[in-house]
């Protein structure tokens, strides 16, 4: 690692509260450099690097730069999200700095050990969760980049030795290209990021780019609808690594787990979801085939608590229960509906969402309104902006409108409590990737004391 980035002596990350980013100032100020960094915002990651003794700034003026960062051994760390004329970005781009995005000092991290890489649109950060945690748990040397909050860790970084690195590979900006993997899955290749790619054609692509990264013998591993080959997972279908006599038992899935080395017998696993059982096989899939040892993988499975805002039981008593939820596109909400009708399939049940980009709004209205349609009860936000400006003709309003249910209705973010309380759905779904999850704490507190 010191060959990597030897002439460097700080790092300063712009954009340091973002999930990705708060990861690596965590791991480079682990190996001793001086660490500091610029966010607009202070949020529960900044407070909790603070308490690292890190630097944090949320003033992007030149003078904001701590002393001794704006010297020529720092290397400057940002996020495609940080618009090109942000002053400190400017200064750091005059030529005489190290400076990247994150994307690629990953892949330089990536490159100083066996690196294995989830990608896909889908299921990417719990996949990766689990897959670090296994490893960690059954002793193997591994350094994990999380794009969550793991139960289990309380962190989105996992620290256990450098030999294996556990990344997400994020296919925004096809950041996934600058990888060089051992090992990798793609769990989904659902078009997405249509404002970036332009055309499904393109997207797929690109996975395919990806893919080729990785180097024989070591396959992809992923569903067996997937256009690519490479070693396949599944449910009941036959896969090298397939999940077999699945049942619900005490509030967890309990199967047998069928591999090219053998079955594994009465393995537990607590997140519900098809989605995540598959997730779940995946990473069983990579450990296994690193040589992790397997007779300590089944406890180390049923030990995974999961991966905050990725089916979060925020709430329960004996009238409701609250999940907080990531799902952003159609087939998240699809999961998430199968995984709640599967546990509660005798229970009415309420979707609170709020959709994340104009452009993704668009591109899937249609898909929106499908998987909405199937909840009892759906509540509408406005659309979360993020990096994007308005579309005419874009609105949460329009997608109201195609939603074939009667009992939807536009709501504001003040009225979520009240409405939830009087509602007769049992089970409630909060789902979204803006800021819809900050608003979780507010309806539970109005739970709790209602």
């Not at 139960?151 to 997400?168: L, M, P, Q, R």
């Not at 049942?247 to 607590?270: C, H, I």
């Amino acid at each position: 690692m010191s060959g990597v980035f030897k002439d460097i002596a700080r790092v300063y990350f712009i954009g340091i509260g973002g999930i990705g980013m708060s990861a690596l100032a965590r791991y480079f100020k682990a190996r001793g450099f001086a660490v500091a960094g610029y966010d607009k915002t202070q949020t529960t990651l900044t407070d909790a690097l603070v308490e690292l003794g890190i630097n944090i700034t949320f003033s992007d003026q030149l003078d904001a730069i701590p002393d001794g960062f704006e010297q020529t051994d720092t290397l400057v760390v940002y996020t495609p999200a940080i618009p090109r004329q942000h002053e400190q970005l400017q200064f750091f781009s005059t030529g005489v700095h190290q400076i990247h995005k994150r994307a690629v000092v990953l892949g330089m991290i990536t490159r100083a050990s066996k690196s294995l890489a989830v990608a896909g649109t889908h299921g990417k950060t719990t996949t990766s969760a689990i897959l670090g945690h296994l490893l960690a748990s059954c002793n193997v040397p591994v350094t994990a980049f999380l794009g969550g909050i793991a139960e289990n860790y309380d962190s989105n970084y996992i620290a256990k030795g450098d030999e294996f690195t556990v990344v997400e590979a994020d296919e925004f900006d096809r950041s996934f290209l600058q990888l060089r993997p051992d090992v990798a899955c793609v769990t989904a290749m659902d078009a997405d990021h249509l404002d970036i790619y332009g055309s499904e054609e393109e997207f797929e692509k690109t996975f395919k780019e990806f893919a080729a990264l990785v180097p024989d013998p070591k396959l992809v591993l992923h569903p067996k609808k997937l256009p690519l080959s490479g070693t396949t997972v599944g449910i009941e279908d036959g896969a090298d690594y397939e999940a077999k006599n699945i049942r619900v038992e005490d509030g967890a899935y309990t199967f047998d787990l069928k591999t090219p080395r053998g079955e594994l017998k009465s393995l537990r696993f607590s997140l519900p979801g098809h989605h995540n059982l598959l997730n779940a096989i995946t990473a069983l899939g990579m450990a296994i085939s690193i040589g992790t040892p397997t007779d300590c993988l089944p406890k180390a499975l049923f030990e995974f608590k999961g991966v905050r805002r990725r089916f979060s039981f925020a709430y329960r008593d004996e009238n409701k229960v609250l999940i907080d939820d990531y799902a952003h596109h159609p087939t998240e909400i699809n999961a998430v509906f199968q995984a709640v009708s599967e546990f509660y399939p005798n229970k009415k049940k309420l979707v609170v969402f709020q959709p994340h980009l104009y452009s993704r709004t668009r591109d899937f209205l249609p898909e929106f309104a499908l998987s909405l349609a199937q909840f009892d009860q759906v509540l509408l936000l406005d659309i979360y902006p993020a990096r994007e400006l308005p579309i005419p003709g874009v609105s949460s309003a329009v997608l109201l409108d195609a939603i074939a249910n009667e009992n939807k209705q536009l709501v504001s973010k003040i009225d979520l409590p009240d409405l939830i309380q009087k509602s007769d759905c049992e089970v409630i779904l909060i789902l979204g990737a803006g800021d819809i999850g900050v608003e979780v704490k507010n309806i539970t507190e109005h739970l709790h004391a209602n």
